[in-house]
């Protein structure tokens, strides 16, 4: 991170969900700082807190979700620190869309059905500038070309249903970025798309991020999406960061046995070792459910090399200045 | 869909169009409407032209459907009362709406609202229609004015429940939270994206509620805790008429039928608004 300035610090973040049996915690004590026009990547398997994280940093837990600690530092266009977590509603609602955007992985149902495109990016001028109807329309129009959304002019009153599944991404990312926000929280936006358009979809989004020199947080639990786009990435696991380093330290040297598996279950990666039936390595055993978390070490039930002493509670230790993990084991090399 | 190759889809219009009674309902409806619009231009009487020495007559040239007990023309009668007993109607069904509306949505969208509304929507759901607006009516006094409070109360929840259940799935579909996650205001979100979104099952439930809000009038005055009696609904006729059955069942035959006519074709209307805003049923069509 030193290259670039912190435009936002996440510090001791927990965040929380009430339930019948009390509240179970599903992110713990979360660090991580994002470097204005860097991207995060965020990964971690099914369940482990990545959303929870997103929705938390954006004021928009649901109902029975609260946020139970820490704080979100964002550093606004004016270079002013503003704590996320201790804004109102309506400060949060200027924030958002203005200042960080947020997509989604469902471009088939993220776009309202019964409003035109360019209406429904329009709404983002309107809401959040006084442009008159003709300069946002110009606007609008001018984004979607930036999107790559051929004839951009004669799409501009098409309603989602006329559009694929990748133009309705590039649509939503159109909306994400027409206020040019400083971070873009993007929550698996590419999940749902065939693996030529995902790589369309993040061609785009790089080359916006250097236009606009925009931070990313790019969730995903793909490690392939990861090596493509993430400057540095945060590996999550059961509502902590388990591993956190610049990707390239981490494929190179990944430290913790989680992201070890992680990695083992790319497809075609270089290195990556396949079990002898050349199937793909997937890490046995399932996430803890939150209110039944293990003793010290949370991936200690699945992990291969297990120790009794993995049974009290573990910090994160740097093994390079830049690389952070958390693992009792670390640096004892007999278990890789 | 030929006739139609240009767009994708056949519009709304034509999907409702296509049924031949929906059309006969339109056209039914319309001219009721019309013909109540415009009583004064459709008739040579006053409303309240008394003429006691034509009391009774039965349909015939000089009063095309009869006279009453006070000799008016019942023609007459029924295109005045056609006027309020309409209104009534549309009234009602405009008031429920928009009271319907504004509960469902917050029922729906804060659910610490929603305990207590839900609750009275539904113990007001488990009354007969009638025996609601009996009680209201009772409570409140039998003027016009209380009768239209009256029954927009009791028809309020048929909306309010809709919107509530709309609103609950509506509001957890991914565009609610994109929008939220880009600084859309919630007043914003309810109005643009949940309302919009459920215009058609409103619309649908705001025409039978203008068919049993005339039917209830109706009702209510037949029982003789409606309006005024001096006041020409089709109710009151009705009301009246019935003291002359046996002598002039043609008094109630009338204002039975425009009752009758009115209600079912709003029924049908409805029927095919429902159906026409059903992309999966209006495609068969
Ligand atoms: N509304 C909720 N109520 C209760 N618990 C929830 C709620 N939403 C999420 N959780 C819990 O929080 C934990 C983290 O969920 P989260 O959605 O952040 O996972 P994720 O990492 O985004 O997974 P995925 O890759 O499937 O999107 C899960 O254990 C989940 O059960
Ligand atoms: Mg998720």
Redesign the interface.
């Known amino acids: 991170m030193s290259d670039s300035e912190v435009i936002l610090a996440i510090s001791g973040l927990q965040s929380a969900f009430k339930s019948r049996s009390g509240s179970v915690r599903a992110v713990r004590n979360l660090n991580f700082n994002i470097g204005a026009g860097k991207t995060l990547a965020l990964v971690g398997e099914s369940g482990s807190g990545k959303s929870v994280t997103s929705l938390a940093i954006m004021g928009l837990l649901p109902q029975a979700g609260y946020i139970a600690g820490g704080s979100v530092i964002y550093k606004n266009r004016s270079g002013e620190l503003i704590d996320l977590t201790q804004q109102n509603a309506a400060q949060m609602r200027k924030i958002r869309g203005r200042e960080i955007a947020m997509i989604f992985q469902e471009p088939m149902t993220s776009l309202n059905p019964l409003f035109s495109i360019g209406d429904q990016i329009g709404e983002m001028l309107l809401l959040h500038t006084d442009l008159n109807t003709a300069a946002r329309q110009a606007k609008v129009i001018e984004m979607l070309e930036l999107v790559e959304i051929p004839a951009a002019a004669s799409r501009f009153h098409d309603y989602p249903h006329e559009l694929s599944g990748g133009m309705r991404q590039r649509v939503m990312i159109a909306m994400a970025m027409i206020l040019k926000p400083a971070l873009l929280i993007a929550d698996e936006p590419t999940t749902a798309l065939d693996v030529t358009i995902q790589a369309q979809i993040l061609d785009l989004m790089r080359r916006l991020q250097k236009e606009l020199n925009m931070a990313i947080l790019f969730i995903t639990h793909d490690m392939g999406v990861v090596a493509e786009m993430a400057d540095e990435v945060a590996v999550m696991y059961a509502g902590e960061i388990v591993e956190q380093a610049p990707v390239q330290q981490l494929f190179k040297n990944p430290s913790h046995p989680y992201t070890q598996g992680l990695l083992k279950s790319i497809p075609g990666a270089s290195g990556i070792i396949r079990s002898e039936d050349g199937k793909l390595q997937a890490i046995p055993g399932s996430i803890p459910m939150l209110n039944a978390m293990p003793e010290g070490c949370s991936f200690g039930p699945r992990c291969a090399s297990f120790t009794s002493g993995c049974e009290s509670s573990v910090e994160m230790k740097a093994t390079d200045p830049l690389h952070w993990v958390r693992c009792r084991r670390t640096g004892e090399n007999a278990y890789v | 869909m030929a006739a139609t190759a240009m767009t ?1 889809e056949p519009s709304f219009l034509t999907t409702l169009l296509a049924r031949r009674s929906v059309v006969i309902a339109l056209g039914a409806i319309g001219t009721i409407i019309f013909m109540a619009l415009f009583a004064n231009w459709l008739t040579p009487y006053e409303l309240a032209e008394i003429s006691i020495r034509n009391r009774l007559t039965p349909p015939g040239t000089n009063w095309w459907l009869g006279s009453d007990s006070l000799g008016r023309d019942v023609y007459t009668r029924l295109l005045y009362a056609g006027q309020i007993s309409l209104s009534i109607g549309l009234v009602v069904a405009l008031i429920s709406s928009l009271c319907g509306i504004l509960i469902g949505l917050l029922a729906g969208y804060f ?1 610490k609202l929603d305990a207590v509304l839900s609750r009275v929507i539904d113990a007001m759901m488990a009354f007969p229609d009638i025996l609601l607006a009996i009680a209201l009516v009772a409570a409140l006094g039998g003027s016009m004015i209380n009768i239209i409070i009256a029954l927009s109360i009791v028809y309020t929840p048929r909306i309010a429940r809709i919107v509530r259940a709309s609103t609950f799935v509506i509001r957890e ?3 609610v ?10 007043w ?1 979100i309810l109005i ?2 949940l309302l ?2 459920m215009v058609s099952p409103i619309m649908v439930q705001a025409t039978f509620i203008f068919a049993y809000a005339m039917l209830s009038e109706a009702g209510l005055s037949f029982l003789g805790v409606g309006v005024d009696p001096s006041t020409p609904t089709w109710g009151t006729m009705i009301n009246e008429g019935r003291q002359y059955l046996d002598q002039a069942s043609y008094l109630i035959l009338a204002p039975g039928l425009a009752i009758t006519v009115s209600v079912l074709a709003l029924q049908i209307i409805g029927d095919g608004l429902r159906d026409a805003l059903d992309p999966r049923i209006a495609k068969e069509l």
Do not use: I, K, P, W
Request: aromatic share 10%; net charge positive; proline share 0%.
């Open positions: 994708d659910s579909l991914a565009y939270e994109a929008a939220r996650a880009l600084g859309v205001s919630t914003r643009f994206h919009r979104n």
